[in-house]
């Protein structure tokens, strides 16, 4: 393990923070104030970061009033994978998030920044500031602790909340930033008030499960993805088992497991990714997800996760909840109105559940639910390939729905519709005993279907392709 001690001279935090985006595949970081400006210098190394398939986590301190919520919305909407929290502080409590924290992990070592410099622009370029680098083996001591510190203190901690998640934060701190006289402007005592109250009415709605929120509509749409995983016998013992399976992309080419589109001999925006090992990646990230949000359940749930990939990408998440866990009520709700009909698995007969969007969600008056459960049922069973192009025509991402459940297909159609203005076209697999295909061209209102990652990156390549043809 090495260490390093740099200073603002010659601009050296801010080219140790752009060298190791081009070298990184991951990037978690925890600073007190946060710029669109720095954003902006360093634009180019996110994009080409996440290009490479990159995962960056942030989260930031708003309860000053200094973050600008330009870069929280940046991080949330950037194609690729990124996710962005802001913490605030308890009413009354001295403790503000104060940290600055950058870590990078690369196939060969790990390091961690940690000094005086927030992600501005006059912290890399007008201040005096300074850092030190630890770097050596991820699994080193030092490095293994800081990496837990973040995970469990910071990102984690429940006063960091996801504005992805929990859109009024982020709507109300930019309306209480744009009152401010200047951005260095710290909050008034009314607007702190303002926004940690939000936060706390935020907080304990998020784990009300007797109401649907956008955190547990995605939940509902990854049961209606993985219906075809859920067994009567695991539910009444109180499991549930998820299953992301992706046979291998662009088979008959020369691209054959790799996440790209191949367009006349061009690589559509330079993205060219491993599928086994990005898909894992993703589908890990999910599951730390879940983990959070179980946990704050019932400290008593569990989760876990089971890699069976070789060529293609085969990975299970099985959740198991106990008998105090109130989020199990809400997900038995949704269970009872799926219906259940026997069918053949193997020369076995077996009991699958065909799904159905739960009332609560067709009923919420909150878009955000419908949103979010939507991004749960993409996130598992979206396609998005050149092979559902039309011939020479503009390029469409593709939903796949079990055989046995046709009416599920109509009503997420009349969903994308209803609400949302997607028009898209059923391809009925019935009489061919394959899956039913929901087809739609995409745009950038469809974005917002997709968390972040790969997906969002092809999707968004897709969009620009259409404009061009």
Request: proline share 3%; hydrophobic share 35%; net charge positive.
């Amino acid at each position: 393990m090495s260490t390093e001690f740099l200073t603002t001279k010659e601009f050296a935090i801010e080219k140790f923070i752009s060298n190791k985006l081009m070298e990184s595949s991951r990037f978690d970081w925890a600073v007190a104030y946060g710029s669109y400006t720095a954003f902006d210098i360093l634009k180019n190394e996110f994009k080409t970061f996440f290009k490479k398939g990159g995962i960056s986590r942030a989260i930031f301190d708003i309860s000053d009033g200094i973050t600008n919520p330009a870069i929280i919305e940046e991080l949330i909407t950037i194609p690729g994978e990124s996710s962005c929290k802001v913490f605030i502080p308890q009413s009354g409590s001295s403790g503000i998030l104060h940290q600055k924290i950058y870590i990078f992990d690369s196939q060969s070592d790990k390091c961690a920044l940690i000094g005086s410099a927030n992600f501005s622009r006059n912290a890399f370029r007008n201040n005096l500031e300074c850092g030190v680098v630890i770097q050596g083996k991820s699994d080193k001591n030092t490095l293994v602790k800081i990496d837990e510190y973040f995970e469990n203190e910071l990102w984690n901690s429940p006063r960091a909340i996801s504005p992805e998640l929990n859109p009024e934060i982020l709507e109300e701190y930019t309306r209480l930033f744009k009152q401010k006289k200047s951005s260095r402007q710290r909050f008034t005592h009314k607007a702190f008030n303002d926004i940690n109250e939000l936060l706390n009415n935020l907080i304990a709605a998020n784990t009300d499960y007797s109401k649907i929120r956008p955190n547990t509509s995605y939940i509902l749409g990854l049961l209606c993805a993985n219906s075809n995983s859920l067994h009567p016998l695991d539910v009444s013992k109180r499991k549930l088992t998820l299953n992301f399976r992706k046979q291998a992309l662009n088979s008959k080419s020369k691209d054959k497991g790799y996440i790209c589109a191949n367009i006349n001999g061009e690589i559509l925006g330079g993205i060219r990714l491993p599928q086994v090992t990005t898909q894992i990646s993703r589908i890990r990230l999910i599951c730390k997800e879940l983990e959070t949000l179980i946990k704050n359940d019932s400290i008593h749930n569990t989760i876990s996760l089971e890699d069976r990939s070789t060529h293609i990408t085969n990975i299970y998440i099985h959740l198991n909840f106990a008998d105090d866990s109130k989020l199990w009520g809400l997900i038995i709700r949704a269970l009872k109105q799926f219906s259940i009909k026997k069918t053949k698995k193997r020369t076995k007969d077996v009991s699958q559940f065909i799904p159905t969007i739960p009332k609560e969600i067709i009923k919420s008056a909150n878009i955000e639910n419908k949103r979010a459960f939507l991004k749960g049922y993409f996130d598992f069973r979206s396609r998005i390939s050149t092979g559902d192009r039309f011939p020479n025509g503009p390029l469409r991402i593709a939903l796949g729905i079990s055989t046995l459940a046709l009416k599920f297909a109509t009503e997420l159609e009349h969903m994308l519709k209803d609400a949302f203005n997607i028009h898209s076209v059923l391809e009925d697999g019935t009489s061919r005993g394959k899956d039913h295909v929901l087809r739609f061209k995409p745009n950038q209102d469809t974005l917002q279907f997709f968390s972040k990652g790969w997906q969002k990156l092809m999707v968004q390549e897709f969009i620009k392709f259409n404009a061009k043809s």
